[in-house]
């Protein structure tokens, strides 16, 4: 590897669970690269008791957190600071992705706070709505996949290039 790296474009999305305080936990972290190609998919242990799995949106299964294949938050996070450190992350709606993560990163592409998308609806628009009127795929027909949402997030993001 040379001095100079190009920058690479990584999508993220999480699914969550819900804690007894109302709060979002992640449960699942997916990653795609540019070419759609996953680079990251792990289920993460929770950091509190599950009092919702929110199965019919997440996907997340009861019992899920008991797995052999479960990470915790903290070696998740790692892995993800190594991945996006001077690279540029695309997204839909991140903040609550950052948050659930306990993670901040500069350099991000987020579909939900681009401008002529929310002048197009008048607020911020769904990945579903993007999905439907960007790439003319249908999406979130029963549980959401954060592999799926990643993928549609990345491609797009390289419709626009904002």
Request: aromatic share 8%; net charge negative.
């Amino acid at each position: 590897m040379g001095l100079f790296q190009s920058v690479q474009l990584y999508a993220l999305d999480c699914e969550m669970v819900q804690n007894y305080q109302n709060r979002s936990m992640v449960a699942r972290v997916s990653v795609v690269n540019e070419n759609l190609q996953v680079v990251m998919d792990c289920l993460v242990r929770p950091t509190s008791p599950i009092v919702d799995y929110r199965t019919w949106v997440s996907g997340i299964q009861p019992g899920y957190e008991d797995g052999p294949n479960v990470k915790d938050l903290s070696s998740v996070k790692n892995q993800l600071l190594s991945l996006l450190s001077g690279n540029i992350l695309v997204g839909h709606d991140l903040l609550h992705d950052f948050t659930a993560l306990g993670l901040q990163h500069d350099d991000v592409r987020d579909l939900a706070t681009y401008t002529p998308f929310i002048q197009k609806y008048g607020h911020k628009p769904s990945l579903k709505a993007l999905a439907r009127d960007e790439l003319g795929v249908s999406i979130h027909l029963g549980e959401h996949d954060s592999v799926e949402d990643a993928k549609i997030a990345m491609e797009i993001y390289k419709k626009y290039r904002f």
